[in-house]
């Protein structure tokens, strides 16, 4: 058997303890119910009964198993994250950690290279790391666990992260920056790096992920608190309805001579039956399922109450770059102007560009290879000088063969081309100007003093991101793209995205202002960051998703961590949020429709010995009155274990709006509902009846 069946099927066992029944109020009731069918079982070997003892037994094991399946159900669910926890556990250990003072930290500043390094090795104090307390300061070595949460103050090395992301790629982690944060149990793999503690014992990144792995650590959510009580209440109708059916009976038996087909044993199972017992077992099942699946998505969530935000929201603020556009912007196109063919244009960009490592400037050669053929020159031994690019000129290039080829920023290069008596074209210009009015980045290319055209670098769009906005706005939520380029530029970008709104020139208290606009007019608003600068706009966002790799101070002010740091990560929280809703709602629905076509498939057999005209309601034709009970009681314990994988998996995540998601909700979990029930209890009927054993 698999293992994680084995240990859900011990917890099961573990959680009929009254304490653990009772933080479930519908399936209280149902170990109750179990409870009082046992003494009633117990009670019919005396003589004293209402029903024959085998029918007593069954009603009695059926209603455990019930109980059990119920408590499997949750138990399974947390299984996951609790495997999840132990193999986090194995990377948490104690371990000896190198401690500094303040003074150490001064001593080594004053040095550089590698005798910092040696001089605070050797000023280190060695202690355990359960010992270390928030602010002290920290020396980790190459090859050495880190032994806290710590924020970087000196040094820069490469880190492995895998026993928390399950990356096996290493990182850099550097002082100052946005990945200046350091996760206890993560590795260093080369250098070294002095850290301060930012956590105090046992509130550690990693004690968090534990806790939030594990369902014991989940708070229950206001959405699932509210349905709580709607099943509370419809639990406690069901009770006087079936008291009030009991009572009937028993003054309609009284009246006609007859015995009560609604015997004490009956009433408690009819009981049952109509307690929404289908939703109220798979509930909790369901919320730490959705959580399990943020956790497959390496999300940590340190607030449940935010990943059933996630499902509600309906404003996403999204980083322009690295989430809607590659990162790097690329050639595009080669522009000529004044007369000069577009190869000529081509070659000379590549020349420029052949010393040029940026991103950008191996595209360019790439293009010019792709568009003609032009091969890549080698630029040693051949009469080349590279003229690097610098801030002050902002060109780069090369001289070769008394010839001078530049490509930089289009006023540089006018100053540089007029510098030489040369004539900066107006058809350059205007060609310049409409690449930046497109969102690009213009290059002016020239050789010998001449203008030759114009390189038109643009932000490249994620392949598929533009299907999947339009998949969030058929969910009804507004996308806004957030970025430091110019209107005209991000306007652009938005338009060929398909994003509904963008925020230019964006500083950290214009993201601030946007979240609060948009809360202010009834909006849920989720949006991702990794910096400082982040981390107020985090802290003000109903879902917000820091970066792993991000500040310390980020990652405090957000409800989420992206373990994998991948500023996509966003969109699918909103569907694993989504989907979690979806789920809860589908279940829901086929539980409350499941209820009442119980009451109705069974009631009328109960009561057809006291009134033989109900028969013609009793459309399904049950053998008996005992038979049509435990056949409903026997299928009410059964659908839950039916649903048990539903509720693990997620009911599957279409997009749409909320009316046709309902419509469809209604149709297949309504109807559902509806036609299961009268189905099952009829095959069970036949089959009970077949057996005798009803």
């Known amino acids: 058997m698999n293992p994680l069946m084995k240990r859900a099927l011990v917890d099961a066992v573990r959680k009929l303890a009254p304490k653990a029944q009772a933080a479930n109020p519908v399936m209280f009731m149902v170990y109750l119910s179990a409870l009082l069918t046992s003494v009633l079982l117990v009670m019919s070997w005396f003589g004293i ?72 090795q050797t000023a280190a104090q060695s202690v355990s790391s359960s010992t270390l307390a928030k602010g002290q300061l920290y ?220 991103p950008e400037g191996r595209s360019v050669v790439v293009l010019a290879k792709e568009r003609f053929g032009i091969r890549e020159r080698t630029l040693t031994g051949a009469g080349f000088t590279v003229v690097p690019f610098t801030a002050a000129t902002r060109m780069s290039g090369v001289d070769f063969d008394g010839h001078e080829i530049r490509k930089g920023a289009a006023d540089a290069v006018r100053a540089y081309v007029e510098g030489r008596g040369g004539t900066y074209s107006a ?71 398909g994003l509904d709104d963008f925020i230019a020139e964006a500083t950290p208290e214009a993201k601030l202002e946007a979240i609060r606009r948009y809360q202010a007019e009834g909006h849920l608003v989720a949006m991702t960051g990794d ?36 500023p996509t990560k966003l969109i699918e929280i909103v569907r694993i949020g989504k989907q979690m809703l979806m789920t809860r709602g589908s279940l829901t629905t086929f539980s409350i429709a499941n209820d009442l076509a119980k009451y109705f498939a069974v009631i009328p057999a109960l009561l057809v010995p006291l009134y033989p005209g109900l028969e013609v309601l009793n459309v399904m034709h049950l053998a008996s009155p005992a038979s049509a009970m435990l056949a409903a009681v026997m299928y009410n314990a059964l659908i839950i274990v039916a649903l048990i994988p539903l509720a693990l998996r997620g009911v599957k995540y279409r997009e749409g709006t909320p009316a046709t998601l309902l419509a469809h909700n209604l149709a297949v979990y309504g109807l559902g509902g509806v036609a299961v029930p009268f189905v099952a209890i009829k095959v069970l009927d036949v089959a009970l009846t077949a057996l005798g054993v009803a």
């Open 49 to 120: 009964a209402d029903a024959p003892s085998g029918y007593i037994a069954a009603i009695c094991a059926v209603l455990w198993a019930t109980v059990l399946f119920g408590n499997f159900a949750e138990a399974l669910a947390e299984g996951r994250g609790k495997a999840q926890a132990d193999s986090l556990r194995a990377a948490k250990r104690d371990v000896e950690a190198l401690v500094l003072a303040e003074r150490d930290l001064a001593a080594a500043a004053a040095v550089e290279g590698e005798a910092q390094g040696a001089l605070l």
């Open 531 to 566: 910096g400082t600068n982040d981390a107020p706009a985090l802290a003000q966002a109903d879902v917000a998703v820091a970066m792993n790799s991000g500040t310390q101070a980020a990652k405090e002010a957000g409800n989420m961590v992206d373990l994998d740091s991948s």
């Open 427 to 497: 058809q350059c210009a205007s060609v310049a100007d409409q690449v930046a009015r497109e969102g690009g980045t213009p290059l002016v290319v020239a050789r010998d003093g001449r203008v030759l055209g114009v390189i038109h670098l643009k932000d490249i769009i994620k392949s598929g991101i533009r299907e999947n906005f339009a998949d969030l706005h058929a969910m009804g939520i507004k996308t806004v793209m957030v970025t430091g380029d110019n209107p005209l530029t991000a306007a652009a970008i938005a338009a060929e995205a």
């Open 139 to 358: 020396l980790v070595m190459a090859g050495e666990q880190v032994p806290a949460d710590g924020e970087i103050v000196l040094g820069a090395a490469s880190v492995d992260e895998s026993a928390i992301t399950g990356e096996s790629a290493p990182v850099v982690r550097e002082s100052g920056g946005d990945r200046s944060s350091l996760t206890g149990g993560t590795t260093v793999l080369s250098d070294w790096l002095v850290a301060r503690v930012t956590a105090e014992a046992g509130h550690s990144f990693l004690d968090q992920m534990i806790a939030m792995v594990e369902s014991s650590a989940r708070a229950k959510t206001p959405n699932e608190r509210a349905l709580e009580l709607l099943l509370i209440a419809l639990t406690l109708v069901f009770l006087a309805v079936s008291w009030t059916l009991y009572g009937f009976g028993a003054f309609s038996a009284s009246t006609r001579g007859a015995a009560n087909p609604l015997g004490l044993t009956s009433l408690v199972a009819l009981f049952v039956c109509l307690a929404p017992t289908t939703i109220g077992a798979l509930l909790s099942a369901i919320g730490i399922a959705g959580m399990s699946r943020l956790n497959e998505a390496n999300v940590l969530a340190t607030s449940g109450r935010a990943v059933e935000a996630a499902g509600d929201v309906d404003v996403l603020l999204l980083d322009k770059t690295g989430t809607i556009t590659l990162g790097n912007r690329q050639a595009a196109a080669f522009i000529p102007v004044d007369g000069v063919d577009e190869r000529t244009l081509a070659d000379a960009a590549q020349l420029a560009s052949l010393a040029d490592e940026t």
